[in-house]
């Protein structure tokens, strides 16, 4: 059997690679899969249950064990509704430590591809078209410039009522950015065979577009 079709989009933090892939998803009819929340509910069981960011053997064994369920924009950790609980600057950072570490990217893999379903899936990340999803017919790296993604990134928190600070948003994203592409598993990077969408002079309506032209091509 071959597998459903996947449209795998990496780039850096606050990208637009959220909006867009869920977009695209809606407009085929195929799953999405936010392979960032995975990391970021690896932080934050982590933290609830004191095992150190950088204990690999233990943070593996949480990511292994997590009980989450994913239902349209919901998630439940344990039964309970996460929310905004993983968008955090200081789970964000834990995220992209935990992420770093071998055994926990593992421990995460199977679950990722699992949502590879008829008709097809759409997927997020750093490492969807490098590690996890290496056949997808489509490969975006889609990004922007650093200074676009701390304003779209303060827009957001501002729009959700919380504080936020860009300078501050702006020297949190270039180091987790740093972070995930020096990193010696799944780094970010552009793939040879993936598309480049530039979006800083873009609308989603725009990139979206781009991705479903590209997808069609792809898919001829
Ligand atoms: O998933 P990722 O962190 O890459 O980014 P996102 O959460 O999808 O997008 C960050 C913010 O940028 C959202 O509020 C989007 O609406 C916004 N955005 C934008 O203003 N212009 C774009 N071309 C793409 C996204
Ligand atoms: O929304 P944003 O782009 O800021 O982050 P995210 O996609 O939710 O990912 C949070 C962190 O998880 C990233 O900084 C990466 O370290 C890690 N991650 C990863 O390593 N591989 C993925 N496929 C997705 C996320």
Redesign the pocket.
């Known amino acids: 059997t071959r597998a459903a079709p996947v449209i795998a989009i990496d ?1 850096p ?8 892939a869920a977009r695209v998803a809606a407009a085929l009819g195929f799953a999405y899969l936010d392979s960032g929340a995975l990391y970021r509910l690896t932080s934050l069981a982590a933290q609830r249950a004191n095992v150190a960011w950088d204990d690999e053997t233990g943070v593996a064994a949480i990511a292994a064990g997590l009980d989450v369920v994913f239902t349209g924009d919901d998630i439940r950790l344990a039964g309970v509704l996460v929310g905004d609980a993983i968008r955090t600057e200081e789970i964000s950072a834990g995220a992209s430590k935990v992420a770093a570490l071998p055994a926990v990217r593992a421990a995460l893999l199977f679950r990722q591809r699992a949502f590879n379903t008829a008709p097809g899936l759409v997927g ?1 990340g750093r490492d969807m078209g490098s590690v996890v999803f290496p056949r997808a017919p489509l490969k975006v790296f889609l990004t922007a410039t650093a200074e676009a993604r701390a304003e ?2 303060h ?2 928190l501002i729009e959700k009522g919380f504080s936020a600070n860009l300078p501050d948003l702006l020297a949190d994203l270039q180091l987790r950015d740093a972070r995930d592409s020096q990193r010696s598993v799944a780094p970010l990077r552009q793939e040879v065979d993936a598309r480049l969408l530039e ?1 800083t002079h ?3 309506e725009q ?1 979206v577009k781009q991705v479903l032209d590209w997808y069609a091509e792809a898919a001829k």
């Open positions: 780039g933090s606050a990208s637009g690679k959220g909006t867009v997020d779209r990134r827009k957001q979006t873009l609308t989603i990139a």
